[in-house]
Nanobody
Framework: QVQLVESGGGLVQPGGSLRLSCAASQSIFSINVMNWYRQAPGKEREWVALITVGGTTNYADSVKGRFTISRDNAKNTVYLQMNSLKPEDAAVYYC??????????WGQGTQVTVSS
């Protein structure tokens, strides 16, 4: 079972940028889909973006045009570049695979705070 560790969160002003990283404990080359999710206080966890092993990406409408997901299979890492951040982007961000999320396995996430 692959382990995933998210990092890169922090405090940023509205309009700012952050790059989140998701480091896997083993090769992600064979993992077809990697996802980013987020959960704000008092809200349900929501899907943010996905990337396939072939590099196909898809985004939630709320982040389209501002966030970019990428993966470096050689480094076993998935990234989420977040630009033009808004207060409503503040949340704990998680990466996950479909297999792990189906089984209820989640990492500790990384906190993103957007505030002036």
């Amino acid at each position: 079972q692959v382990q995933l560790v998210e990092s890169g969160g922090g405090l940023v002003q509205p309009g700012g940028s952050l790059r989140l990283s998701c480091a896997a404990s083993q090769s992600i080359f064979s993992i077809n889909v990697m996802n980013w999710y987020r959960q704000a206080p008092g809200k349900e966890r929501e899907w943010v973006a996905l990337i396939t092993v072939g590099g196909t990406t898809n985004y939630a409408d709320s982040v389209k045009g501002r966030f970019t997901i990428s993966r470096d299979n050689a480094k076993n890492t998935v990234y989420l570049q977040m630009n033009s951040l808004k207060p409503e982007d503040a949340a704990v961000y998680y990466c996950n695979t479909p297999a792990r999320s189906t089984r209820g396995y989640w990492g500790q996430g990384t906190q993103v705070t957007v505030s002036s």
